[in-house]
């Protein structure tokens, strides 16, 4: 497509206009912006109020996909010919138009560029072409949000789509593969726009890596579960029967993954007559990775084909019907009542029972959110500590842990106490008295053991009764990081709430 000293050019003219994530950001506000979230042009273009500046010449161009007379445009590319040549811009007489869309984009790690085909802007349906290649998404800002937060050595982008999770990666070596080549021709694109350079590689899941291990795997796979179809769309449907897809992302990622190296998934499963945990954990089992795993929401068929339905541009077209009948009639022959969407988050810890949690999580988490994986999988070996050891441990409560009692006005007493975490998974929990109280006196001063004697003494209650009662949700409240040990490197990541 483009050679490298092509995108080299075109790199020096984006950054020569000031086409840039922050002065983009900056020109076009927040209601440009929150526009542009919308897909909406209108925002944008009233912001611009016809400026004549490269910046917003590009912006109008590359951002907007507005027809651009070549005189105007042609100097503001770097290597037009070029980008002509390689099929990224449509000529039509003196009139420019671009074929893709590129985006400023950044993370904490850097910023850049991502290059992918156009969104449909201002309502327009287009239905997507089978090679089509998806840019900036919710899904993929998601994804890039779960990861645990460090440098990695070697990264698989598993089905990389545009490029996108390669500008928030800290990573030594970045492996990117994709069956679509054209994603991996845009791609290219995006991480060398953005300094970055990758191994590109072409082929289906885990064949174009045999034998290859990895610090981090990272994918948000084609994992729309429908019927089977010749005109599939490569960028969300698998082409493999119900949720096979996902279960081979996971089943095959222990072998592609270092000691404590992790697999960060996002994607969908099928609800059917069996407990969606039961069927996934058949997946993480054999494994031997430990794994947290959260549904984050359920959707009935017709919600879910409906979706799917509108985002391959049929809504109000002869097929919309037909289509939905199909993806009935599926559903119903292979008993899927419903899917789950949500996250997946293993780590191969290689050990005789690993730690394999599920939960449906519904409710809104604090970002960071990759913070609050990597914390779980840090606590696993702590709440598991021999209960001699785990007893002579000075636990603290974790940094953000709040108490909040309710009850009726002017009561003696509150009705309900809650223990709140405001980082991570913002998961809340009532203790009940003792536990309560013990968990109040953690201040990584005195053994957990010692705590529980002098409750049990204040509530007059035998101090081997109360620990034996205790301990099970000790434990679990240390896995759930609501405490912490003396020497953790527990990262609290606080930040804003979101979905």
Same mark, same amino acid.
């Given at each position: 497509?483009?050679?490298?000293?092509?995108?080299?050019?075109?790199?020096?003219?984006? $950054? !020569?206009?000031?086409?840039?994530?922050?002065?983009?950001?900056?020109?076009?506000?927040?209601?440009? /912006?929150?526009?542009?979230?919308?897909?909406?042009?209108?925002?944008?273009?009233?912001?611009?109020?016809?400026?004549?500046?490269?910046?917003?010449?590009?912006?109008?161009?590359?951002?907007?996909?507005?027809? &651009?007379?070549?005189?105007?445009?042609?100097?503001?590319?770097?290597?037009?010919?070029?980008?002509?040549?390689?099929?990224?811009?449509?000529?039509?007489?003196?009139?420019?138009?671009?074929?893709?869309?590129?985006?400023?984009?950044?993370?904490?790690?850097?910023?850049?560029?991502?290059?992918?085909?156009?969104?449909?802007?201002?309502?327009?349906?287009?239905?997507?072409?089978?090679?089509?290649?998806?840019?900036?998404?919710?899904?993929?800002?998601?994804?890039?949000?779960?990861?645990?937060?460090?440098?990695?050595?070697?990264?698989?982008?598993?089905?990389?789509?545009?490029?996108?999770?390669?500008?928030?990666?800290?990573?030594?070596?970045?492996?990117?593969?994709?069956?679509?080549?054209?994603?991996?021709?845009?791609?290219?694109?995006?991480?060398?726009?953005?300094?970055?350079?990758?191994?590109?590689?072409?082929?289906? =899941?885990?064949?174009? $890596? !045999?034998?290859?291990?990895?610090?981090?795997?990272?994918?948000?796979?084609?994992?729309?579960?429908?019927?089977?179809?010749?005109?599939?769309?490569?960028?969300?449907?698998?082409?493999?029967?119900?949720?096979?897809?996902?279960?081979?992302?996971?089943?095959?990622?222990?072998?592609?993954?270092?000691?404590?190296?992790? #697999?960060?998934? =996002?994607?969908?499963?099928?609800?059917?007559?069996?407990?969606?945990?039961?069927?996934?954990?058949?997946?993480?089992?054999?494994?031997?990775?430990?794994?947290?795993?959260?549904?984050?929401?359920?959707?009935?068929?017709?919600?879910?084909?409906? #979706?799917?339905?509108?985002?391959?541009?049929?809504?109000?077209?002869?097929?919309?019907?037909?289509?939905?009948?199909?993806?009935?009639?599926?559903?119903?022959?292979?008993?899927?009542?419903?899917?789950?969407?949500?996250?997946?988050?293993?780590?191969?810890?290689?050990?005789?029972?690993?730690?394999?949690?599920?939960?449906?999580?519904?409710?809104?988490?604090?970002?960071?959110?990759?913070?609050?994986?990597?914390?779980?999988?840090?606590? $696993?070996?702590?709440?598991?500590?021999?209960?001699?050891?785990?007893?002579?441990?000075?636990?603290?409560?974790?940094?953000?842990?709040?108490?909040?009692?309710?009850?009726?006005?002017?009561?003696?007493?509150?009705?309900?106490?809650?223990?709140?975490?405001?980082?991570?998974?913002?998961?809340? &929990?009532?203790?009940?008295?003792? =536990?309560?109280?013990?968990?109040?006196?953690?201040?990584?001063?005195?053994?957990?053991?010692?705590?529980?004697?002098?409750?049990?003494? /204040?509530?007059?209650?035998?101090?081997?009764?109360?620990?034996?009662?205790? #301990?099970?949700? =000790?434990?679990?409240?240390?896995?759930?990081?609501?405490?912490?040990?003396?020497?953790?490197?527990?990262?609290?990541?606080?930040?804003?709430?979101?979905?």
């Amino acid at each position: 497509m483009l050679d490298e000293t092509a995108i080299d050019a075109l790199r020096r003219a984006l $950054v !020569a206009a000031d086409y840039t994530l922050d002065a983009v950001s900056e020109r076009l506000g927040n209601v440009g /912006l929150a526009g542009l979230a919308r897909n909406a042009s209108v925002p944008a273009l009233r912001t611009l109020a016809g400026a004549t500046d490269s910046q917003a010449e590009l912006i109008r161009f590359w951002l907007l996909g507005l027809p &651009m007379p070549a005189g105007t445009i042609r100097p503001l590319l770097g290597c037009p010919d070029m980008l002509v040549e390689a099929g990224l811009i449509a000529v039509n007489g003196d009139e420019w138009r671009a074929a893709i869309e590129l985006k400023p984009h950044g993370s904490q790690a850097r910023s850049g560029w991502i290059c992918s085909d156009q969104t449909p802007l201002d309502g327009r349906v287009v239905p997507p072409s089978e090679d089509f290649v998806l840019g900036a998404s919710p899904a993929s800002t998601t994804l890039a949000q779960l990861v645990p937060p460090g440098h990695y050595g070697r990264v698989l982008d598993l089905g990389t789509g545009c490029g996108i999770q390669g500008l928030h990666l800290d990573a030594e070596q970045l492996v990117a593969t994709d069956l679509n080549p054209r994603a991996l021709e845009l791609a290219c694109i995006s991480l060398r726009l953005s300094g970055l350079h990758a191994d590109l590689r072409l082929g289906s =899941l885990y064949e174009p $890596v !045999a034998g290859e291990q990895f610090d981090l795997i990272v994918t948000n796979p084609p994992y729309v579960i429908g019927p089977p179809r010749a005109d599939r769309l490569i960028y969300r449907d698998g082409g493999l029967a119900g949720d096979d897809l996902m279960r081979e992302v996971v089943t095959g990622a222990a072998e592609h993954l270092n000691p404590g190296g992790y #697999l960060v998934v =996002l994607g969908n499963w099928a609800i059917t007559d069996r407990p969606w945990d039961e069927r996934l954990t058949e997946w993480i089992t054999p494994t031997g990775c430990d794994a947290l795993v959260l549904q984050r929401e359920v959707l009935d068929a017709f919600e879910y084909i409906e #979706l799917w339905l509108a985002d391959a541009g049929l809504t109000g077209r002869a097929e919309y019907l037909p289509r939905y009948r199909q993806w009935l009639d599926y559903f119903a022959d292979n008993g899927i009542t419903s899917v789950g969407l949500g996250w997946l988050v293993l780590r191969r810890a290689d050990r005789d029972q690993p730690e394999v949690r599920f939960e449906d999580w519904p409710h809104a988490v604090h970002q960071p959110v990759g913070t609050a994986f990597a914390n779980f999988f840090t606590a $696993v070996d702590a709440a598991r500590l021999p209960e001699p050891e785990f007893w002579a441990q000075a636990w603290k409560q974790a940094p953000g842990l709040t108490q909040e009692t309710f009850g009726r006005p002017g009561a003696a007493d509150p009705e309900h106490l809650v223990l709140r975490q405001g980082y991570g998974f913002g998961r809340a &929990m009532e203790p009940g008295t003792a =536990l309560a109280a013990v968990v109040g006196a953690c201040d990584g001063e005195l053994p957990l053991g010692a705590l529980v004697a002098a409750v049990a003494g /204040l509530l007059d209650e035998d101090g081997q009764t109360l620990a034996n009662e205790l #301990l099970p949700t =000790l434990r679990e409240l240390v896995s759930l990081g609501y405490l912490v040990g003396e020497d953790s490197q527990v990262l609290t990541g606080f930040g804003q709430s979101g979905h």
